[in-house]
């Protein structure tokens, strides 16, 4: 496959260092026998192996951006070869092998990937399977420009067990046309969540017998995990403050009272009305209203709570024509002065039993955080966009102005966004790096009778009022989280 980097197999001939010369990389004396005609580091030769949920199949005829990526990074460091390692399918099915177990079988025969995405990075290093790479990031001054919320995902007692490969934003994407068309100004990224509420109540339209009825907000589920971060800045993603999640604070009961409320409000909230729609008996006929079930495709919603990574899908129909209107993403908007946006990271582990966790430092940051990898996803989408490779679907994460510059020329429906990436306020949402969120928060036992996830969905239809559990939720949450995090940092401690 060519490349622009092929330019560096001739490279590498001037750039050939002997064994034994000393280069001073990242404030530190490294012993390389290579130097990168990309980035001037001294490294060594060296075989390294890769593992990723989202390499798609090796014999894709659609060109996948991280097998690319793979390629790029060997011709970007010459002497370095990296071999996918494939991930495997349940015996006799077409299904993918679950990760956690592709990776414990791996390392059941001391052969986990050099290299590889962690689902659970606490399950991580509770095994054991992945180095601290707190030496090789100390003086990385791309990864100290990320925002600290970003940095200290993974960072445990000092130690740094995995780095950040991607990030995507969460909040409300508005259409800015329809506002407009309702005389009600459009949210923007300061907009007040009361101020939010009160236009997109006024603009929405769920009475039309007609079909021409609009969407308000749709989305409000997420409000128990992000809302009481903004009351409170010293609490994350529900309520998690570094120590322990707050279940029976104000702020908590405050948020599951908002969700309430709107989750009953039927005069502009879908969710409300699609609730009220399934009652026995009901005559409301949801597409009676909106002349439509596609709400988003026939821009028919105000106020939509999205991932980031569906912006590529929103851009490609706006450039399209597929889209006609104006759109604007706000992230979550602001709450008694405060704006702390919710994001999802991904991570990638280098395993503890590499034999060249330089080199494997190297590959992660060009596969993740680092700007030379970043500009190369850059030119790589650019260069087979027309043979189905999908664009770079997040943003650079250190803030290089013009890596950002080169994003949103991609995205220019988004431009908003960029003041949320400058601001740098995230709630990192924590199931790949808190120990026992998943058992906390969906799987745990909360009583005989239900699971914790069986558990919040009763406080959420109103069956349970929070005020009589609120206790017991946040006893049962902390104590599954702990006996996770128990195991964890019995393997943290001996790393000193």
Known sequence: MKKKFLLFSV?????????????????????????SPTTGEAYESCTLTYAAWDLGSADSETPNM???????FEQAYPGITVNIIERPKEPGTENDQNWDEFLAARASVGTLPDVYQPDDIPLCITNEWCLDLSQYVASDSEYQAMSSDITSAATYNG?????????????????????????????????????????????????????????????????????????NTSYGWWTYDGTKFNLDSDEFVQAVNLYRTLATDTSYVLEALQTAASQEGSTIVLEDIFGTT????????????????????????IDNGDLQDDYAFIGTPVVNGVKRVPIVLDFLCVSSTTEHPYEAYLLSKWMGYGDDGYAERIALGEQYSDQGMDLVNYPPMTGNSDLLDDFFDIYTAFSDLRDIINAG?????????????????????????????????????????????????????????NEAKAKMEASLNKLG
């Open 294 to 317: 596609d709400y988003v495709n026939d821009e028919k919603i105000l106020c939509k709570f999205v991932y980031s990574y569906d912006f590529g899908s929103y851009q490609t129909k």
């Open 159 to 231: 130690h740094v067990m995995a780095l950040p490969q991607s990030i995507f934003y969460m909040g409300f994407l508005v259409n800015e046309t329809l506002y407009d068309e309702a005389n009600e100004d459009a949210p923007t990224t300061a907009t007040t969540l009361d101020a939010l509420l009160e236009a997109t109540k006024s603009a929405a339209n769920h009475t039309s017998t007609t079909g021409k009825g609009v969407v308000g907000l749709q989305g409000i589920e997420h409000i128990l995990h992000w809302y009481p971060a903004q009351l």
């Open 66 to 72: 991280d097998r690319y990526m793979l390629e790029a």
């Open 425 to 481: 306020n995230y709630i990192v949402e924590p199931p790949k790096y808190l120990p026992g969120y998943n058992a906390a928060r969906y799987s745990g036992t909360y009583d005989a009778e239900s699971t914790m996830y069986q558990e919040m969905i009763k406080i959420m239809t109103g069956e349970v009022n929070i005020a009589d559990v609120k206790t017991e939720l946040n006893t049962r949450a902390n104590s599954l989280m």
């Open 11 to 35: 490279l590498a001939v001037f750039t050939l260092i002997l064994t034994g010369c000393a280069t001073t990389t990242n404030n530190q004396t490294t012993t390389g026998t290579l130097i």
